[in-house]
Every structure is written in C-alpha cells, then in structure tokens.
C-alpha cells in the first residue's frame, strides 16, 4: 500500500485514449499508457479497452490496483455527468449510452469520477500547469472546435445538463452576418477561433488578397497542407497576410476572453493547443483583452498557455478524483 | 435571544437603501426599513445612515442586536469585495473606497459579509424566489443597464476582481457594427436589453416607421413619457410597432440567455426588471432561447421571472451572510 494516496487518471478521445498513475502532488508516476479506443469496435469493446488502459497504467507504475485511491475518467460530450454516461458525441460514433462510470467503478471495486474532457484539461492546468499559482482559471482549447474549461477554486464547473464550459458557443460577432459555426448559428467563437476556422478565414482572405504572400502556393480548394502552423510560421517569417491572419486571431480569441471575463471575472486565462505557442501571439492576445475588455478586471486579470499539452486530461481527471476523495460533505440546511 | 438564527440584510442603493431583519427560512420579519441614501452628503453620512437603518431595522421586528447571528450589505459596484470597499460607483458619487464591511462589522460587532447588489438580487431569488426549486441559477436585472448574477448551488460567484456576472457586457451582436454600450463597446447586451435600451431602439425604430403606431404621439427627441413600461403596455393592445420591439427585445435577451448557457449551463435563468411581467414575454424568450442555444441544455433550462421585486436584495444578502455563517472550512491540503 502505497503511503501517500495515488489516483488513476484515464482520458478517452476519438482516437486514442491515455492513462497514468497519479500522485497527490499531481506528478504522474510514468509515462502515460496510450490505446487505441476504435469506437467503431463497438462501446462493449471500448469499455473493456478503457479497464485495460487503467490496468496498464498501474502495472506502469509497478504497482496494483490496492495501492490506487480512487480513478477518474473523462470522455468528450455528449455525456450525462449525473448518471455517468457518455451519450453519442459525434467522435465516438457508434456509441450510445455507454456507463462508463458503472462500469469502471464495478471492475475495479473503486470510487471513479467521471468528467468532460475539457474540464479535466482545464483543472490538470490549474492543478499543476499554467494556472498552479492562479485561484480562479478558464481554459480555452483551440483545436478542431474550441472547447473550454472553467476552475473556480476548488469547484469545476460542470454545469446542471454537463454543459458548462461550451466556450467556443459564445458569440463574438453579428447572429445574423457573423461566419456560421457547427453548431448552426453565427458568430460563435469557435467560427473564427478553431484552428480549423483559422484555415477557412485564410481561404477567405487569400480569395481577395491583392498582395504577395507566402500563402498564396497553398491556395488551393482543398490543400491538406494549409494548416493554422503553417500560417503561424510563415507569419513568423514576415508574411503580410499570414500576419493578419494571425492578428485578427489574436482579436477573436480576447473577444471570447472579455466574454468570460464579463461572466466569471477570472483570475487567469489559459489557452492551449497547437496555436497556443508564441510568446508574441500571447501578448497579442493579452493586449487586445485589456483593450476591449471591461476596464476594472482587466487591469489584473492573466492571460497565458498552457503548459501541460496533451498530458493535461488525464492528469486534470486523475486531480477531480482526488478533489472528490477530499472534497468535505456539504454542511447540512443550507441550500445547494 | 432568539431561537433561530436572524440576519439583517442591508440593500444599498444610489437614491435609496433598505434592510430587515430575514430569518433562517429567508422571510423578512418585518417590511423594510428605508432610508435615503443622499451620497451628496458625503460617505461618513452614509456610513452613519447605514447603521441608522440597520438599527431601525432590528428595532422594526422587536429585536435588539443581541438577537443578530450576522449582517449582510450589499452595494452597487464598483467595488472591492475582498478588502469590504465600495470603490467609485457612478450612481454614489462622489463615494471613493468607503469601508463599509469594517465599519458595520466594528459598530456592531458582528461578522459582516459585503455583495454586489446584483449577486445579493439572484441569491434571494435562488433562496427563496423564482429559484427557489432551482439547483443553480442565473438572475439577469433589467433596468437603466443589464446586471446580473450567477450562483452554482451554494456558491455566488463573486468573482476574482468582484466582477463575477456583469452579464449586461457579454456580447450578443458585432463588436463592430452593434449598438454602442454605456461601457464604450458595441453589441453588448446591456445596449440591447435594458430598459433603457428598449426605449432608445424604439426612438429609433419610430424614425423609419411608414404604418401606423400608437409610438407616434411619443416621438420627441426628450419625450420623458416613452418608456419601456409605455411600450410594453401599448403592445399589449396589439400596435405592431411595439409588438416588433417587445418581440426584438425577447429574441436579445433570449441571445444573452444563450451565451450563459454556453458558459455556465445552469438549471433556470431568470429575469427581474419592471420589463418582466407578462408570461407571453417570458414564453417568447423561452422560445428563442430554445431556438438559439446549444441544442442539449436548451431542452431543459427553465426560464422564469423573479418573484421578489425590490426586495431580493436585502434578502438575498441576508441570506450571503447565513451562507457564511454555515459554510464549512475547506478541507485542508485541495489547492483552492
């Protein structure tokens, strides 16, 4: 029996799910354990690939199963927190309704938590990444769409239909002429923010650019080689229109900034992924924020990225275990 | 001494303050006790007028001091929530870092808690209000501006700079080409869902209106007369014209609505403001809400109106202090 309690934490994606033993100081005790999660096996053969994972992970660490406290486990949404459920998110096709939770729980006779990815991302970066030293914190994750995460001291905001956190469906820009998102409506943050809408905003421009530029030998309808790292390196280099692009990036991403900021008035903001690097694009970004935002908070609020990369969901999951293992029961009459 | 627990609650506005004596079920023991709050007269007179009502307030329901567990105030921002300061509201002029939770808490000696008005608003309505069946809640007041607050079960979100739920400044059209906000901005919905607002679209609505309106015979530049109430009770006669602005009026705060699902997923939202009255309003933001938000929690949000006027404040804030009275300390070693 291990001395100091130790948590497993599993994060599940749509292609490959991760996991590693973690310890109370937030520190993993290996190298994370990584599988293949094949939704389309089917949901039986997933959360038999999730158990594997989990005991992958603890023989990593060269323990056993009685030196773990407690497991957490986050999956993308769709998911019903309260009954422990991952519904249909649309990267785990064909899954329905999968009791992850139960499930978990019953095999390894231990108590599992179960949370949405971001938010698990969102609290291993305040546990022990770029907000370690913040109290309050929202992470913003710039990838395919823009997900999100908000840490409010000791509580993760799930929301009451495990919704909370949906950053990128806040809106920046006109309902009626913003750009549309996948969500059906315009404007939202996640239509200009993405890495994905990153690239669809160069198309755009490039369609209308008069001016030399690098991005110009991408300009193609369907060229795989324009990605958002592209047009960060090549602005890097002096690109007059990756520079804008770049910009005007930095612009969208504080809007959706003063838009938390206006809501929960955090003490830092965090964005990560792989746009999420250049110390000039951070201060872009921080620089906008104190310009359109609400003059009070943001003379104090932070803005930095996240330094945890792909790491921080199963650690932020394996830390929501140990938050709920700690976690005092509520005192009773009051309400809530 | 008294057998249950008894808190004043003190509501301080900009032309008027309030407070009485709340029990623990959250029922006023006798009606307010008003003062006016004269800011004119400097902040040691409003100091001294805010001990007077707390005074007169504990007299007005036969108590005396003894009977007190703990005191609530709650005042207009700007404020500091952390240091017990009101900073500069516009509307307390000419006030500057007044001290008011040392000062009440050392006249009186008893534990004092300091609120936003607005977050003290949507705690008594979540205690014993609208929200009352609620698990969480998001209060938006709809006056001269848009203010707000949010509480998740028995946490109100105060914030990291004491500007937690300035709901009226989330952006619901372009930063560019929307109304122009109080706060130098454009597209918030405070420019949009304020009482005031209403009155200003409708101004500019009647400029271009070719059909008949009742609206006409207020087209004044200062015409005092046209107000939201006005407008409200003439489309209830059926005049498109002000049918076409409370409908307008549902739809933004409706997109308001839809960006605080995006962040915070509550169980209810609810509107207070002399605007909220009529259930086919209520409906039709309901409605569009529906229509607008994240396909998942928008299926189970309520939507409701406050139920307790002007009084939720100092109830509310009554109710902040037994909050803190009960609340247990945090459990040693979580971060947070």
């Known amino acids: 029996m291990a001395s100091t309690p130790l948590f497993v934490g599993?994060?599940?994606?749509?292609?490959?799910?991760?996991?590693a033993v973690v310890d109370d100081n937030g520190t993993p005790l290996s190298?994370?354990?990584?599988?293949?999660?094949?939704?389309?096996?089917g949901q039986e053969a997933g959360l038999e690939t999730m158990c594997e994972t989990i005991r992958r992970a603890v023989a990593a660490?060269?323990?056993?199963?009685?030196?773990?406290?407690?497991?957490g486990v986050a999956t993308p949404g769709?998911?019903?927190l309260k009954a422990g459920l991952i519904l249909d998110p649309p990267n785990l096709k064909p899954w329905k309704n999968v009791p992850v939770r139960d499930r978990i729980q019953n095999v390894f006779k231990l108590p599992t938590i179960y949370q949405n990815d971001a938010n698990a991302a969102a609290y291993g970066e305040f546990w022990v990444g770029a907000g370690?030293?913040?109290?309050?914190?929202?992470?913003?994750?710039?990838?395919?769409?823009v997900g999100g995460g908000i840490i409010l001291g000791d509580y993760i905001l799930e929301g009451e239909h495990s919704h909370g956190g949906e950053l990128g469906h806040m809106?920046?820009?006109?309902?009626?002429?913003?750009?549309?998102?996948?969500?059906?409506a315009r404007g939202c943050l996640e239509a200009y923010g993405s890495a994905s809408s990153v690239v669809r905003r160069t198309r755009d421009e490039l369609a209308e650019w008069r001016g030399p530029s690098k991005l110009k030998a991408y300009y193609t309808a369907n060229d795989d080689e324009l990605t958002a790292k592209v047009i960060f390196d090549i602005a890097d280099k002096g690109d007059d229109l990756a520079r804008k692009i770049v910009d005007?990036?930095?612009y969208y991403l504080a809007l959706g900034a003063c838009a938390v900021i206006a809501t929960v008035d955090p003490d830092m903001i965090v964005f990560g992924g792989g746009m999420a690097v250049a110390e000039s694009f951070r201060a872009k970004i921080?620089?906008?924020?104190?310009?359109?935002g609400l003059t009070h908070p943001v003379k104090q609020v932070k803005v930095a990225f996240a330094k945890l990369g792909s790491d921080a969901g199963f650690i932020g999951t394996a830390g929501g275990a140990r938050l709920a293992m700690k976690k005092l029961p509520r005192p009773e009459g009051v309400k809530g």
Do not use: W
């Open 10 to 19: 599993l994060d599940v994606g749509g292609t490959t799910m991760k996991a």
């Open 61 to 71: 660490a060269k323990l056993t199963m009685a030196d773990i406290t407690a497991i």
């Open 171 to 184: 809106r920046i820009e006109s309902p009626q002429y913003g750009r549309r998102c996948g969500c059906g």
């Open 248 to 250: 005007d990036t930095a």
């Open 286 to 292: 921080h620089e906008y924020v104190v310009r359109f």
């Open 132 to 145: 370690q030293d913040a109290t309050s914190m929202v992470l913003f994750t710039l990838g395919t769409g």
């Open 31 to 41: 190298k994370p354990v990584v599988m293949n999660t094949e939704p389309e096996r």
């Open 78 to 80: 769709l998911m019903d």
